[in-house]
Protein backbone atom coordinates (compact mmCIF):
# COMPACT_ATOMS: atom_id res chain seq x y z
CA UNK A 1 0.00 0.00 0.00
CA UNK A 2 2.31 3.02 0.90
CA UNK A 3 5.58 0.94 0.18
CA UNK A 4 8.28 -0.46 -2.26
CA UNK A 5 9.45 -3.58 -1.45
CA UNK A 6 12.78 -5.05 -3.38
CA UNK A 7 13.34 -8.73 -3.52
CA UNK A 8 17.07 -10.02 -4.07
CA UNK A 9 16.06 -13.14 -6.38
CA UNK A 10 19.10 -15.18 -5.86
CA UNK A 11 18.82 -15.14 -1.90
CA UNK A 12 15.03 -15.23 -1.93
CA UNK A 13 15.28 -18.44 -3.99
CA UNK A 14 18.22 -19.73 -2.06
CA UNK A 15 16.31 -19.16 1.39
CA UNK A 16 13.20 -21.13 -0.21
CA UNK A 17 15.35 -24.11 -1.78
CA UNK A 18 17.36 -24.62 1.58
CA UNK A 19 14.21 -24.64 3.98
CA UNK A 20 12.75 -27.18 1.57
CA UNK A 21 15.75 -29.47 1.64
CA UNK A 22 16.53 -29.01 5.60
CA UNK A 23 12.74 -29.82 6.13
CA UNK A 24 12.48 -32.89 3.36
CA UNK A 25 15.99 -33.87 2.67
CA UNK A 26 15.19 -37.54 3.79
CA UNK A 27 12.96 -37.45 0.64
CA UNK A 28 15.02 -36.23 -1.92
CA UNK A 29 14.90 -37.79 -5.09
CA UNK A 30 17.93 -37.36 -7.51
CA UNK A 31 17.40 -38.35 -11.61
CA UNK A 32 19.52 -41.01 -13.29
CA UNK A 33 22.62 -39.51 -15.57
CA UNK A 34 22.58 -40.43 -18.70
CA UNK A 35 26.31 -40.57 -18.71
CA UNK A 36 27.96 -40.60 -15.39
CA UNK A 37 30.15 -37.23 -14.03
CA UNK A 38 33.28 -38.38 -13.64
CA UNK A 39 35.52 -35.77 -10.59
CA UNK A 40 38.83 -36.17 -9.99
CA UNK A 41 40.00 -35.21 -6.45
CA UNK A 42 43.17 -35.57 -4.50
CA UNK A 43 42.98 -38.96 -3.26
CA UNK A 44 42.23 -37.50 0.20
CA UNK A 45 39.55 -35.74 -0.68
CA UNK A 46 37.78 -38.65 -2.50
CA UNK A 47 38.51 -40.83 0.79
CA UNK A 48 36.66 -37.89 2.94
CA UNK A 49 33.58 -38.39 1.08
CA UNK A 50 33.17 -42.63 0.16
CA UNK A 51 32.04 -42.32 4.04
CA UNK A 52 29.42 -40.25 3.48
CA UNK A 53 27.49 -42.13 0.42
CA UNK A 54 24.52 -42.71 2.70
CA UNK A 55 24.23 -39.22 3.44
CA UNK A 56 24.64 -37.82 -0.46
CA UNK A 57 22.24 -40.55 -1.53
CA UNK A 58 19.34 -39.08 0.76
CA UNK A 59 20.13 -35.50 -0.94
CA UNK A 60 19.52 -37.41 -4.36
CA UNK A 61 23.41 -37.63 -5.66
CA UNK A 62 24.78 -41.42 -6.08
CA UNK A 63 28.36 -41.84 -6.66
CA UNK A 64 30.80 -44.46 -6.59
CA UNK A 65 34.88 -44.30 -6.19
CA UNK A 66 37.02 -45.17 -9.61
CA UNK A 67 40.44 -45.51 -8.13
CA UNK A 68 42.03 -43.23 -5.48
CA UNK A 69 41.33 -40.04 -6.88
CA UNK A 70 38.15 -40.18 -9.51
CA UNK A 71 34.14 -40.41 -8.28
CA UNK A 72 31.62 -40.92 -10.69
CA UNK A 73 28.15 -39.44 -9.91
CA UNK A 74 25.35 -41.49 -11.29
CA UNK A 75 22.21 -39.41 -9.82
CA UNK A 76 21.97 -35.77 -8.97
CA UNK A 77 18.89 -33.83 -7.90
CA UNK A 78 17.49 -32.41 -11.65
CA UNK A 79 18.18 -28.85 -10.45
CA UNK A 80 22.04 -29.42 -9.32
CA UNK A 81 23.92 -30.32 -12.46
CA UNK A 82 27.47 -29.79 -14.20
CA UNK A 83 29.93 -27.40 -12.11
CA UNK A 84 27.13 -26.89 -9.56
CA UNK A 85 27.41 -30.36 -8.64
CA UNK A 86 30.95 -30.55 -8.89
CA UNK A 87 31.04 -27.75 -6.65
CA UNK A 88 28.91 -29.15 -4.07
CA UNK A 89 30.86 -32.47 -3.72
CA UNK A 90 34.50 -30.48 -3.73
CA UNK A 91 33.34 -27.86 -0.88
CA UNK A 92 31.68 -30.89 0.84
CA UNK A 93 35.06 -32.93 1.08
CA UNK A 94 36.79 -30.22 2.09
CA UNK A 95 34.60 -29.73 4.69
CA UNK A 96 34.98 -33.07 6.12
CA UNK A 97 39.20 -32.78 6.20
CA UNK A 98 38.56 -29.48 8.05
CA UNK A 99 35.46 -30.42 10.70
CA UNK A 100 36.30 -34.39 10.33
CA UNK A 101 37.54 -34.24 14.13
CA UNK A 102 34.95 -33.04 15.67
CA UNK A 103 31.72 -35.24 17.35
CA UNK A 104 29.81 -37.72 15.51
CA UNK A 105 26.37 -35.68 16.55
CA UNK A 106 28.08 -32.14 15.85
CA UNK A 107 29.83 -32.82 13.09
CA UNK A 108 26.73 -34.17 10.95
CA UNK A 109 24.88 -31.54 12.11
CA UNK A 110 27.35 -28.83 11.04
CA UNK A 111 28.09 -30.96 7.56
CA UNK A 112 23.96 -30.83 6.93
CA UNK A 113 23.62 -27.26 7.34
CA UNK A 114 26.88 -26.91 4.73
CA UNK A 115 25.58 -29.53 2.18
CA UNK A 116 21.97 -28.35 2.24
CA UNK A 117 23.17 -24.78 1.97
CA UNK A 118 25.36 -25.06 -0.61
CA UNK A 119 23.05 -27.11 -2.95
CA UNK A 120 20.42 -24.74 -2.30
CA UNK A 121 22.98 -21.46 -3.47
CA UNK A 122 23.90 -23.52 -6.50
CA UNK A 123 20.58 -24.39 -7.19
CA UNK A 124 19.10 -20.66 -6.45
CA UNK A 125 18.19 -18.73 -10.12
CA UNK A 126 20.72 -15.96 -10.65
CA UNK A 127 20.27 -12.46 -9.52
CA UNK A 128 20.67 -11.02 -13.10
CA UNK A 129 18.30 -13.86 -14.24
CA UNK A 130 15.05 -12.71 -16.66
CA UNK A 131 11.60 -14.31 -14.45
CA UNK A 132 9.08 -14.51 -15.94
CA UNK A 133 6.03 -12.65 -14.37
CA UNK A 134 4.61 -15.76 -13.31
CA UNK A 135 7.73 -17.00 -11.47
CA UNK A 136 8.30 -13.92 -10.13
CA UNK A 137 4.79 -14.27 -8.18
CA UNK A 138 5.63 -18.08 -7.34
CA UNK A 139 9.15 -16.95 -5.88
CA UNK A 140 7.22 -13.64 -3.29
CA UNK A 141 4.57 -16.23 -2.81
CA UNK A 142 6.91 -19.38 -1.91
CA UNK A 143 9.41 -16.84 -0.04
CA UNK A 144 6.35 -15.70 2.48
CA UNK A 145 5.03 -19.38 3.07
CA UNK A 146 8.99 -20.13 4.61
CA UNK A 147 10.09 -19.54 8.29
CA UNK A 148 13.15 -17.46 7.91
CA UNK A 149 12.16 -15.61 4.93
CA UNK A 150 14.27 -12.02 5.48
CA UNK A 151 17.97 -13.22 4.98
CA UNK A 152 19.47 -16.13 3.49
CA UNK A 153 21.87 -19.09 4.13
CA UNK A 154 24.08 -16.31 3.78
CA UNK A 155 22.81 -13.68 5.93
CA UNK A 156 22.18 -11.75 2.97
CA UNK A 157 18.78 -9.62 3.47
CA UNK A 158 16.13 -11.00 0.78
CA UNK A 159 14.13 -8.18 0.68
CA UNK A 160 13.93 -4.74 1.42
CA UNK A 161 10.88 -2.28 1.98
CA UNK A 162 10.92 1.78 1.02
CA UNK A 163 7.72 3.32 2.96
CA UNK A 164 6.56 6.22 0.78
CA UNK A 165 7.84 8.70 3.45
CA UNK A 166 11.50 7.29 2.23
CA UNK A 167 11.09 7.61 -1.21
CA UNK A 168 9.00 10.99 -1.27
CA UNK A 169 12.12 12.38 1.17
CA UNK A 170 14.59 10.63 -1.35
CA UNK A 171 12.56 12.57 -4.47
CA UNK A 172 12.82 15.72 -2.32
CA UNK A 173 9.12 15.98 -2.45
CA UNK A 174 8.57 15.61 1.31
Same mark, same amino acid.
Given at each position: HDELIIVDQHAAHERILYEQRTHYFDEAHGSLLLFPEIVTHAAPLVQHLLPWQDFFAKQGIHFDALGATEIAIRSAPPQLRGPSLTTVLTDAAYFIEEHGSLDRSAFT +????? /?? /? +? /????KAAVRAGDTLSQEAMEQLINDLMSVDNRFICVHGRPTLWSLGKQELEKKFRRS
Open positions: +SKFNE /HV /H +S /HMAC
